[in-house]
């Protein structure tokens, strides 16, 4: 949590939004303050203004700042977050009215997921996003800037960063990106080796905080930080799991999404979430419990109609069984599935859907291989797996996982 140094206190927030029916206002600025909730502030009030459109110069009219100004003193407070992005100019002339220190939504979203980064692709991501986003808003950025001494909104790069000129950052924009093309190259061998060697793999999306995380855990005893936070999780994490019918599969958790995910940030992590692309499942997981479900549901959809996963095969997760109160209503089948990933429940169903909903690259089979065959089971045991082995007076009945290249010779000694 973030703290002033001298008080020992949260920073006391203010949040602002402009509702010209774009977007749902009340619903945004719900999810803005558990946003900054995240980031470690306290929501002292918000303001809705209702306008035909933005406000070229101050993006909420001039005159409800100024109500706001005298508010501000009411609230004690230290930050103005505004619930849109802002230019430079715009944080300029705000800040000249209200004389306290304003920042925007992206900028809250860019500051969470750098206190949250931990690998160092995670980090290059993140700076590459910041210094996309500051780029274009040197010239005019507010007044506060100068004086700034760490706090919401100034992790990553730091103030140095932020005082540069346009060519050191450009510089530093090419590095950042040359660093994660090399990443890139190595995440793409191991995604190629992965498909040589014949590895299956799951890849878990969905909206922040809807429990993806807490699943990977469940499954996987993975041990990845699963907070009631949104963006709990940045970096990708990958586990196997052993299924049902023998396979085992690598479970790939991916950042979470939100909407109105800032254009930079999707750029940033697309190679990321590119896991999800070249995945032979996708775990749709989400909250059944929120009434927003199904808008959340909507902006995954998006993204991955965006990245190409179309064709992929998708099982929709509706995670927090225990506590939705409309469970009752949401059917299952083989591409929908109710568990709760905190009480474990639902699991073997969700088990056996992934094994049904996964391509044909193995069979669990109960053979009786002749010991003149013998050379035959070595094959098996090269290719599938071996489970179980009895011997009897007319050979091995061997209960084994066949790789698809030797199910059809397989058959002949089926029990």
Do not use: W
């Not at 890849?203 to 469940?218: P, Q």
């Amino acid at each position: 949590m973030y703290e002033n140094k001298t008080e020992n206190i949260p920073v006391k927030a203010v949040l602002a939004c402009v509702d010209t029916g774009e977007f749902d206002a009340e619903a945004s600025i719900h999810e803005l303050e558990e946003l900054a909730a995240t980031a470690g502030a306290e929501v002292a009030g918000t303001v809705i203004q209702k306008r035909p459109a933005y406000d070229p110069a101050t993006c909420m009219g001039s005159g409800r700042l100024e109500e706001l100004k005298n508010e501000l003193n009411i609230y004690d407070a230290e930050l103005v977050i505004f619930d849109h992005e802002l230019t430079g100019i715009q944080v300029r002339n705000i800040e000249d009215i209200l004389d306290i220190r304003v920042i925007d939504r992206t900028t809250l979203i860019l500051d969470i997921f750098a206190q949250r980064a931990r690998t160092k692709e995670g980090k290059l991501q993140v700076e590459l996003a910041q210094q996309k986003y500051r780029l274009p808003r040197l010239t005019g950025m507010g007044k506060f800037l100068s004086r700034l001494g760490g706090g919401i909104g100034t992790r990553g790069p730091g103030e140095t960063k932020l005082e540069t000129d346009k060519r050191h950052i450009r510089k530093r924009i090419s590095y950042l990106e040359s660093e994660l093309e090399e990443l890139k190259k190595h995440r793409n061998f191991s995604r190629s080796r992965r498909k040589k060697d014949g590895i299956l793999c799951a890849a878990i999306v969905g909206y922040t905080n809807v429990g993806k995380s807490t699943l990977l855990n469940a499954l996987t005893d993975a041990g990845v930080l699963a907070e009631n936070k949104l963006f709990a999780t940045l970096d990708t994490t990958s586990r196997s799991i052993e299924l049902p019918d023998g396979r085992s599969i690598m479970l790939i958790d991916t950042v979470g999404l939100i909407r109105r995910l800032p254009h930079n940030l999707v750029e940033a992590f697309k190679s990321t979430l590119e896991e999800a692309a070249s995945a032979d499942l996708i775990l749709n997981v989400q909250d059944l419990s929120s009434p927003e479900r199904q808008e959340q549901a909507a902006v995954t959809e998006k993204l991955l109609l965006e990245l190409g996963c179309i064709d992929i095969p998708k099982i929709n997760v509706m995670n927090k069984l225990d506590i939705a109160p409309d469970a009752d209503t949401v059917f299952e089948d083989d591409s929908t599935v109710l568990i709760s990933a905190r009480e474990q429940l639902g699991f073997d169903r969700l088990l056996e859907c992934i094994a049904k909903n996964l391509p044909v690259t193995a069979r669990r089979m109960r053979l009786l291989i002749p010991y003149e065959k013998a050379g035959f089971a070595g094959k098996i045991r090269e290719e599938g797996k071996i489970f179980s082995e009895e011997f009897s007076e007319n050979g091995t009945i061997t209960d084994a996982l066949v790789d698809i290249k030797l199910i059809m010779e397989a058959e002949q000694y089926l029990i």
